[in-house]
């Protein structure tokens, strides 16, 4: 990847330690993620740091059960309180969060500032289908699939199809009056993978069809080209399931650094402005 290089450190006890992002070609400071463990080998501390620069730092408790009962990072503080069943059931401190369940497990009620109207009530349907959240609607196929949800506020219509396999092959989105104001379109190997999409960001409106063609080194997206071959994006993973490490942009040549918590959720999208043009250090975040 023009040179971007990740290094992996592990500790005596095999557990990754360091991850190590850098552009030997440039006089840079690597970006590193440390993580620490405690004596039962729990993964307490993710930090991601620039030299003395701190970018992001997720620390986790945990209680007898294995359960994180407590979680600091940049947004703060949160405290987990669990019922007998190990089901999530309030959150506290920086954010306030509170959930309730049916007999089955099932979440039929929320209540958390990142919802729409600050809490939900859930409908749950045959087979313990999801059929309303208070935002959307949901419909099945006899397979499970999802294939179609519907807003609630102003009826607009999402419709995925699926293929044999049930791979998304189709999604659609209407408006309320039946418009076409999106579409994509996928196409996939013997492996399942998905090769190629295409999309129409504005539907029937007059926008252009943009096709891309995704290549894989095993598993794993290697390269994105356009319809004319072009390159539009190079990936770089690491060892884990769906591990990626870095995406660069082959016309500016900067790449974009993904840092991820505990679960492996992207958190942190950095770039690094001036590795390829200035070999600088000007990091700047892009979520």
């Known amino acids: 990847m023009n040179g971007a290089q990740v290094d992996f450190i592990y500790n005596a006890a095999g557990r990754l330690s360091q991850v190590a ?10 970006i ?4 620490t463990y405690d004596n039962a080998g729990r993964l307490v501390d993710i930090r991601h740091a620039q030299a003395d620069r701190i970018i992001a730092d997720f620390q986790y408790s945990f209680d007898a059960a294995n359960r994180i009962i407590q979680y600091t990072g940049p947004e703060g503080t949160l405290h987990y309180t669990y019922d007998n069943l190990g089901q999530l059931i309030a959150v506290s401190g920086a954010r306030q969060e509170t959930y309730r369940y049916d007999a089955n497990g099932n979440r039929i009620y929320a209540a958390s500032p990142a ?6 009530d859930y409908t749950i349907g045959p087979e313990n289908r999801l059929l309303s959240d208070g935002t959307y609607r949901y419909e099945y196929d006899a397979e499970g699939n999802l294939i179609r ?39 996939y190997d013997v492996f399942d993978r998905r090769i190629a999409s295409e999309v129409d960001a504005d539907g029937d409106g007059p926008g252009s069809l943009v096709r891309t063609w995704t290549f894989y080194d095993g598993a794993n ?17 690491g060892p884990d399931i769906d591990q990626v490490l870095a995406r660069l942009d082959p016309v500016t040549g900067i790449p974009d650094w993904y840092l ?27 979520h």
């Open 21 to 30: 992002r850098s552009v030997p070609a440039c006089n840079t400071q690597p």
């Open 260 to 286: 991820t918590d505990y679960i492996g959720s992207v958190r942190e999208i950095l770039r690094d402005a001036g590795v390829y043009r200035k070999c600088g250090s000007t990091m700047t975040s892009l």
């Open 115 to 120: 919802l729409p109207n600050g809490e939900a």
């Open 221 to 237: 997206p290697y390269i994105d080209l356009d319809d004319q071959g072009n390159v539009q994006h190079y990936y770089l993973y």
């Open 149 to 187: 949800k519907t807003r609630l506020s102003d009826g607009q219509v999402t419709e995925l199809t699926y293929d044999y396999r049930n791979r998304v092959t189709d999604i659609v989105v209407k408006d309320a009056q039946g418009n076409v104001v999106y579409r994509t379109h996928y196409i």
């Open 32 to 35: 590193t993620t440390s993580y």
